[in-house]
């Protein structure tokens, strides 16, 4: 009796054992399949991501492409040539891409502020003037000014004083490569810089601002006496005829419209701003560059960003 009693309680004891054991083991299988299913997942969110980054790019290569063949078809850069539409979302198998290439000399350039002559001038005239017609206070100019021009200077210029010869400047290399750069300068609102992207930018060499591209905010801070109907009227002519020379814009003009110093101003442009959106699966990449093109050489890109 004590000997039964003993093996069947052994044999109890077995069959727990045996069955902890098969639990333990389907722990681990689904532990071991739970991994292996977030390596696959990883494994494949990283080739989307790869393949994203990859298309990216190649969107930066392709609006290469499209400037250099502009360049071949015409002397003047205006809004109704190839470059100037954007490509719209492209459907690609588990994935997409869309761009555009913007004229960035339709935008006020920072780096001609630095400069002592008639363009710096006028570029500082221009900008005050644009800030004004923004509601941005004449702070923020200070501050800009101050983010690229020499430090160890005590006076900067103001919007009071805007005609005035600016201090020396820093060296190319230390100043702004991009607009956005500027919202962590001191004194600069980070709010104000977003709001006045679409108007300004850093360039690294002087540039005249192309009448035939800029938006109508920027025409009206750069022409005298530019507002209401005149604005309207001047971007209607435009787009139904570029202008093909300054002397073509100037005899264009509404009547009350003059320009200042036609120097600062031209009907082509060198640099341009490309942003390319590519997606695959659940990925998305985004690539942004400027574009240098000197003459019809393959454009050079000046900085390009991934993200």
């Known amino acids: 009796m004590v000997r039964t009693a003993l093996r069947i309680r052994s044999r109890g004891a077995a069959l727990v054992l045996a069955m902890l054991i098969a639990a333990f083991a389907a722990v681990v299988a689904v532990a071991v399949a739970a991994e292996q299913q977030r390596w696959f997942s990883d494994v494949a969110n990283r080739r989307d991501q790869v393949q994203a980054q990859a298309l990216a790019l190649a969107g930066i290569q392709w609006a290469r492409q499209i400037l250099q063949d502009d360049a071949r078809s015409g002397t003047i850069d205006h809004l109704g040539e190839a470059w100037a539409f954007p490509l719209p979302r492209t459907p690609l198998e588990n994935g997409s891409i869309e761009g555009s290439i913007e004229d960035a000399q339709g935008r006020f350039n920072i780096g001609n502020l630095v400069k002592v002559d008639a363009l710096g001038k006028e570029e500082r005239a221009r900008l005050g ?9 004449p702070r923020m100019f200070d501050a800009i000014m101050a983010s690229v021009m020499e430090p160890a200077v005590p006076a900067i210029e103001s919007t009071k004083s805007i005609g005035a010869a600016p201090p020396v400047a820093l060296p190319p290399n230390l100043r702004p490569v991009r607009w956005a750069e500027l919202s962590a300068a001191r004194g600069v609102n980070a709010r104000d810089v977003t709001q006045l992207t679409p108007f300004v930018v850093a360039l690294p060499n002087t540039t005249v601002l192309n009448v035939n591209t800029a938006r109508p905010e920027v025409l009206a801070a750069a022409i005298t006496g530019l507002t209401g109907d005149g604005l309207v ?14 002397a073509d814009f100037r005899a264009r003009l509404p009547e009350g419209a003059s320009v200042p110093d036609e120097t600062t101003l031209g009907v082509a442009s060198s640099y341009f701003l490309v942003s390319v959106r590519a997606r695959q699966g659940d990925t998305v990449a985004q690539a942004r560059a400027l574009l240098r093109r000197d003459g019809r050489e393959w454009p050079l890109v000046v900085w390009q960003t991934l993200e």
């Open 129 to 137: 003037r644009l800030f004004a017609a923004r509601g941005i206070t």
């Open 233 to 246: 009227a001047l971007v209607a002519e435009r787009a139904r005829k570029p202008y093909a020379t300054l």
